[in-house]
């Protein structure tokens, strides 16, 4: 069985090119998994501290998981603007983004968010967006910091702040190193 698995692994070529329909696809997908996972501590990398961010208020824990959500959608965006930012013309960089919260959005519908809340949550999104952007350009530590304000709707709790700032550490990095190897093309 391992013999098949490496046989797999080496017929595996990551693609040379990518259409911003492709990018932001692949994206929303790979941000679900990166969500999901992040709830589940025993496949969380790295592991989460030994803390509860949920409430027993359903309104904060509601929020915490659309906080963590937003987290999760600026960590990619961060990562694909820093592949393709200067090498890529800007706009083809918008519709790979656009694409990618488009689908992210219509999920959440199909999935029970009422699309009359969309433009309110699109509104933290881009709030979040630009406070993680100037976090993350002053240190790793101010980022998570403020992640793990959003996320626990207090304090920013420095155990979680450190998980939060190395999770975004794992998805920016290899995402920006993967995607300095793909030419995003027009569709």
Request: net charge negative; glycine share 6%.
């Given at each position: 069985?391992l013999?098949?698995?490496i046989?797999?692994?080496?017929?595996?070529?990551?693609?040379?090119?990518m259409?911003?329909?492709?990018?932001?696809?692949g994206?929303a997908?790979l941000?679900w998994?990166?969500?999901?996972?992040?709830?589940?501590?025993e496949?969380?990398?790295?592991?989460?501290?030994?803390?509860?961010i949920?409430?027993?208020?359903?309104?904060?824990?509601?929020?915490?998981?659309?906080?963590?959500?937003?987290?999760?959608?600026?960590?990619?965006t961060?990562?694909?603007?820093m592949?393709?930012?200067?090498?890529?013309p800007?706009?083809?960089?918008?519709?790979?983004?656009?694409?990618?919260?488009?689908?992210v959005?219509?999920?959440?519908v199909?999935?029970g968010?009422?699309?009359?809340?969309?433009?309110?949550?699109?509104?933290r999104?881009?709030?979040?967006?630009?406070?993680?952007h100037?976090?993350?350009t002053?240190?790793d530590h101010?980022?998570?910091?403020?992640?793990?304000r959003?996320?626990?709707?207090r304090?920013a709790?420095k155990?979680l702040?450190?998980?939060?700032?190395?999770?975004?550490?794992?998805i920016?990095?290899?995402?920006?190193?993967?995607?300095d190897?793909?030419?995003l093309?027009d569709?």
């Open positions: 069985m013999g098949t698995f046989d797999d692994v080496q017929g595996f070529h990551s693609p040379q090119t259409t911003p329909t492709e990018l932001g696809d994206l997908q941000i998994e990166s969500f999901s996972d992040f709830f589940t501590k496949d969380a990398e790295p592991p989460l501290p030994d803390i509860n949920f409430s027993e208020d359903e309104n904060r824990s509601s929020r915490t998981i659309e906080e963590a959500l937003i987290f999760f959608m600026w960590a990619y961060r990562g694909v603007q592949a393709f930012l200067g090498r890529v800007n706009e083809r960089i918008r519709v790979g983004l656009d694409t990618l919260h488009q689908a959005f219509e999920d959440m199909e999935h968010t009422p699309e009359s809340q969309l433009p309110m949550f699109e509104r999104v881009v709030t979040r967006y630009a406070e993680y100037q976090a993350a002053e240190s101010r980022l998570g910091e403020a992640a793990s959003h996320l626990m709707g304090q709790n155990s702040s450190a998980a939060l700032s190395e999770r975004a550490i794992a920016v990095n290899p995402l920006r190193d993967f995607l190897e793909v030419a093309i569709s």
